[in-house]
């Protein structure tokens, strides 16, 4: 499983991260446990983050699991 990044510059601010919307939904998103992806639980999504840059394009974004989003879901 992909860790944190170490790097200070690959990491998303805080404000920007209350500002972006899925692209889809235009529902809130939420930081992944490890912060390597931007979670739509209403899309059932998760957009990468790759060198800090939210990727939020359906493209690139994968499905979530069942178990992925009651975790998520029980999480917060």
Do not use: W, Y
Request: a neutral charge; aromatic letters at 2%; one cysteine or more.
């Amino acid at each position: 499983m992909p860790t944190q990044p170490t790097n200070p510059r690959h990491v998303v601010d805080p404000r920007t991260l209350e500002m972006l919307v899925c692209p889809l939904t235009k529902t809130r998103l939420t930081l992944s446990a490890d912060h390597t992806e931007l979670i739509s639980v209403a899309a059932r999504l998760a957009f990468p983050i790759r060198r800090g840059v939210p990727l939020l394009s359906l493209d690139e974004a994968r499905e979530l699991s069942e178990d992925e989003v009651r975790a998520i879901s029980a999480r917060g």
